[in-house]
Structure formats: C-alpha cells, structure tokens
C-alpha cells in the first residue's frame, strides 16, 4: 500500500508556534504520501469584504511583507524535515477557514493548529480545527502534541476508533495507511455503552458481560479480511463499556495518530461536529486525524 499520491497535504499557517508545529508535521507526512505540501495562509486582510473586520493598523505593504515572511519560514521548515519534498507556498485572501476548507477539494489531507496567537492571527484557533474537521471536503488533521509528547510517542502506535457505523471502513484505511507508513502497530478501539442500540439489548436480558461478547465480534467481524490487504500491520483490539472519548483519550496518551469519524453513530445530523472528535481536539496530546462520512 502506501502508493505515491497526487493530492497535496495542505497546512495552514498563521504564523504562530503551533502552526509551526502543524508544519513540521504536515510535512513528514506529505514524505510519507510521497506527495507535495501546500502551506497555506488564509489573509483576512486581503479579502474584498468581511462583515464586522476592522482594517489592519498597519500599512498593507507592512502586513504583505509579515505574511510573505511567514510563509518563507514555514517553507523553510519544512524543508528541514523533510528535505526532498516538494514545497509550495501561497496567501489567499478569506479567512483561515473557509480558505482550508476550499483547498480541501483538492487535497489528500489538510492540516491545522489546535490554536494560534489570539485575536485575528489566532483565527488558526480551536475554532478553525473544528470547522475545517466539520465542512472540508476530507480528511483533517489537528496538531495538537503536548512539549515532549513527539518524543514520548515516536515509536507509539496508530489508534483508531471504530463505533459500527458506515464510516467504519474509511477509518480503518486511513488506520492501517498511517500503520503501514510509519511501521508501527495499530490498536483499534471499539467503546460501547448503555445507550440506543445497548438500551434495547438490556430489555431482552442480555446482561453486561453478553453484551461485551457481541461487541467482541462486531469488532471481529468488521475487521475481517485486513489482515490480508496488510499483512505487515500487527493489530490489537481493545472492547471496552464506557465513553469513547475516555477510551480514546487514554490510548492517546501513548499514540503517535488517532484516528477518529466526524461524527458517530449517535450523532445528530447538522451537528458540526460529534463529542468524540471534539474531546480529542481539545484534549488529546497526539495529533489527531478526522475522517467525514462519504456523504457527511
């Protein structure tokens, strides 16, 4: 697997240590696509018209030059780590995202910051991860690696939460991609609680621990015949009652990637985005990767 892409990795920077920081990342994985990053800085200040903006203090030419330069040292960045790859760089006027969620239409990944520098710099904020990780077009991935957690993590292994819905499958390729490019193993977790489908189960006596049999195979089953497109991936399950998020969040503390769906099977449609996903944004210390439903 593992195949040269096309579509470039898309970062968007907004000069901040965190954008950096998703730089540096998108850029180890765009080498590991064996494809082009894309950084990108969505300019507010460019736009034609956005309602409620105030003008920059500064003098345009003042403000060009700051974005020009930020874009030069991301690039630079992410030529240090990777130094083959492919870089291009542009400023695009809008804000941060609804620029990523238009390169997102031509992109293999975007990838952003949890937050930025706070007020109109920060717009690469919690903010903007959620609404790219809610409207893009596809997969999103929010840096948000606590200091030394890259270093704890580097040899940690890829997470993928599955939750039985249709979105399943698209989860567990991106799962087993990440596990195949960075030689490490994948551990898939499946959570389930005494809500919906398990209410029902209660009500016709099967007790907790046949409940947790069920979820067994479920996961067995929706695994079968993985092991065969990727025979080089060491797979481990983990079943658990309880929060999803929980789960995912303590397997997190040793992962290198997580990979989760936008929105779960008990997500309520227009929802922007599912409580699972949103506690990994804004807790998780490893980077995390959001995959949409074909048609979510």
Known sequence: MNEAQTEPVVVGIDGSGTARRAVRWAAGEAARRRTRLRIVYGDV??????????????????????????????AEAARRESPELAVETASLPGTPSSVLIEESRRAGLVVVGDRGLGGFTGLLAGSVAVAVAAHGHGPTAVVRARNGHEQEAAHGPVVVGLDGSRNDERLLVQGFEAATGYE???????????????????RVGLAADEIQAGEERLLSELLSGWGERYPDVEVHHHVTRGSAAAELLRHAEQAR?????????????????????????????????????ANG
């Open 257 to 293: 990637l997580v990979v989760v769906g936008a929105r779960g099977r008990g997500g309520f449609t227009g929802m922007l985005l599912g409580s699972t996903s949103q506690a990994l944004i804004h807790h998780a210390p490893c980077p995390i990767l959001i995959v949409r439903a």
């Open 45 to 74: 200040f460019a736009a034609p018209a956005i309602p409620g903006l105030r003008k920059a203090q500064a003098p345009p030419e003042v403000v060009r030059a700051d974005v020009e330069k930020s874009l030069a040292e991301a």
């Open 184 to 202: 490490a193993p994948l551990h898939v977790v499946h959570a389930w609680n005494l809500v919906g489908v398990d209410v029902r189960r209660m």
